[in-house]
């Protein structure tokens, strides 16, 4: 089901130790058969975490995510799940088959990053060993940027020659590759043979890198009065700036290993030497957007390390006003997000190197929610005329189109009522009433919505039909024996959510094992959906016993009894969907019949 093979995964999955994989990010302990320590993805005092090694299931009763070792590192590392299949396969010395990048592009996209590595390296040799470096040596030198540090972000140097790296991809077999990263270009002149030159010439090179570390693209500054002052590799198949984030790679370890106490953040600035400065002065949290505009794209990237994003602004009207565009974006990803102000005159670059960490740092403390800087503007220019504050409740409740988090959107709905005094219920009438197209919640913002307090899927309360549908799914993904008679209960006629239905019929349609599953689960269920997957997986289902033939039939058992109850459920909610529909047709017939009665002049 899967483009690696299931053998591979498999392989791959049976030798990545769990609780050695997550032990490099949480301390466990052991505790019966799981092992449990503090939630790396939310603060906690008491461990809600667990690890099952013998099902190779996390899982956090906290905040609900769990899954896989490989759903641990997606989350950890910000990758994909091919990535992260890949990511561990090197780890442990697994080989994948060639076409495991996508079909029969893997092997041009191999040859895009290998030329974009060449060329990092190019240019990093360039700066540092080459007499073409010197005046960029000392360039960085005057901006304050040490050595270290400007090797720990590959900055490199592009000479003024017109075809260098491209002589050096030519002789790699590189040359069509780098034209289609961008690195090199044709002559327009010449169809047929055409001589290639170099793209970044007599600039300071920045290589951006992905999650990995592997460079997909530079930016280019010059050293002189020349413009564009910065040139950026063009879109590519490895490239979008749409999605990218500058000093990504070199900020997710220090974002993650903050994620235990709580004090998880990244700090978005805007340009290299922002990132670059900041880092050196010990905020290795921070990062850059790729592109003039920051994107709800680069933020969903982002939130998959921290939800706590902390902006940076100019301290002037203008950059007060980029805040509340800002705002906008931060909402569409499902982030409230923080905002600096840097004073007049300075950016984080320059501030943190005229002023010092401290003082940068003490901005970073007094960081203030843009929603409520928004509100308060709004309250600010509702204090005239009633036509203004109406104007102000408008834009309040179009703001509030965009909050997809229901506790969210209710504590700002009353925060926004009574700073505008106005009514609570019709801010809220106006805001979840018909939205525009830019408002609809997209996926994402759905699942941020559920995943915010997400409920057990074993446990009682709330839709017992909803929780159903999961368990089932996750009773049937666990124990392959209980298949065929889920299959034949008909429990998939009574799926009110149709994709999660057709993903149960078809895991009944198979008799291979989870760990077999792995790739497809992840393309067919929500990470939400998954989580709530894992409780069964690292929960308590079972009781302990001594005889493990006694424990296996146990845990089916209780296995099976639950499916039923799930299956009893759906039914129940069918009918009961049923009887009130019919309920409302009646009521709909009796009011016809009234209205008609009444047209005649009869009465009632």
Request: glycine share 10%.
């Amino acid at each position: 089901m899967g483009r690696f093979g299931d053998d591979k995964i498999e392989e791959v999955r049976s030798r990545a130790d769990i609780v050695e994989i997550v032990g490099a990010h949480v301390r466990l302990r052991r505790a019966g058969r799981n092992f449990v320590g503090l939630c790396p993805f939310h603060n906690e005092k008491t461990p809600s975490f667990s690890v099952n090694a013998e099902r190779g299931f996390f899982h956090c009763f906290g905040c609900g995510v769990g899954g896989s070792v490989f759903n641990f590192i997606t989350r950890v590392e910000g990758l994909t799940f091919p990535e992260a299949v890949r990511s561990l396969a090197k780890k442990y010395g697994v080989t994948l088959p060639e076409h495991d990048v996508a079909g029969p592009a893997a092997g041009e996209r191999e040859a895009m990053l290998k030329a974009s590595e060449v060329a990092a390296e190019f240019f990093a040799h360039v700066l540092w060993n080459t007499t073409d470096g010197a005046m960029a040596r000392d360039y960085l030198k005057s901006r304050a940027i040490s050595v270290e540090t400007a090797r720990a972000f590959m900055i490199g140097y592009a000479p003024s020659r017109p075809a260098s790296l491209a002589k050096a991809l030519e002789k790699r077999g590189l040359r069509e590759a780098g034209l289609k990263v961008g690195l090199v270009k044709k002559d327009g002149n010449v169809a047929i043979g055409a001589e290639t030159y170099d793209m970044f010439r007599g600039r300071v090179m920045f290589p951006i890198r992905d999650a990995q570390g592997r460079a997909i693209g530079f930016g280019g500054r010059v050293l002189d009065a020349r413009l564009p002052k910065y040139i950026n590799s063009p879109e590519s198949p490895l490239y979008s700036k749409t999605r990218t984030l500058y000093g990504l790679f070199e900020a997710r370890q220090a974002i993650s290993s903050s994620a235990s106490s709580g004090k998880d953040r990244a700090i978005l600035v805007e340009g290299y030497f922002d990132v670059i400065a900041l880092w050196q002065a010990g905020f290795k949290e921070a990062v850059a957007g790729c592109g003039t505009a920051l994107t709800v794209e680069q933020l969903r990237v982002l939130s998959r390390y921290t939800k706590n994003v902390i902006a940076c602004f100019d301290g002037d009207a203008a950059g007060r006003k980029a805040s509340m565009r800002a705002l906008e974006i931060f909402l569409q990803a499902g982030l409230l997000g923080r905002g600096i102000f840097i004073p007049s005159g300075f950016d984080p670059d320059t501030f943190v190197r005229e002023r010092g960490a401290a003082a940068f740092a003490d901005l970073t403390e007094k960081s203030e929610l843009l929603v409520d800087y928004f509100l308060s503007e709004q309250a600010g220019e509702a204090r005239g005329s009633i036509a203004e504050r109406g104007r102000a409740a408008h834009r309040v409740a179009e703001m509030l189109k965009l909050v997809g988090d229901p506790f969210q959107f209710d504590m700002l709905a009353r925060k926004g009522a009574d700073l505008l005094s106005i009514g609570e219920e019709v801010l809220r009438k106006e805001a979840r009433g018909p939205q525009s197209r830019s408002a609809t919640p997209s996926r994402f913002a759905r699942e941020r919505a559920q995943t915010a307090n997400p409920p057990p899927a074993a446990a009682g309360g709330g839709d017992a039909g909803a929780k159903a549908e999961i368990g089932l799914i996750a009773l049937a993904l666990l124990h392959p024996e209980l298949r065929n008679e889920i299959a034949q209960s008909g429990a998939t006629a009574n799926f009110e959510e149709i994709r999660l239905g057709e993903v149960l019929a078809d895991l009944c349609r198979t008799d291979e094992p989870y760990t077999a599953l792995e790739e497809w689960i992840a393309d067919r269920l929500t990470a939400e959906e998954q989580g709530r997957v894992s409780e069964f997986a690292v929960g308590p289902l079972n009781d302990e016993v001594v005889d493990e033939t006694q424990k296996v039939s146990s845990d089916l058992e209780k296995c099976r009894a639950l499916a039923n109850d799930y299956v009893v459920a759906l039914e129940r909610r069918h009918r009961a969907r049923e009887v009130g529909r019919l309920r409302s047709g009646a009521d709909v017939s009796a009011a016809q019949a009234v209205i008609a009665l009444r047209r005649e002049g009869r009465g009632v």
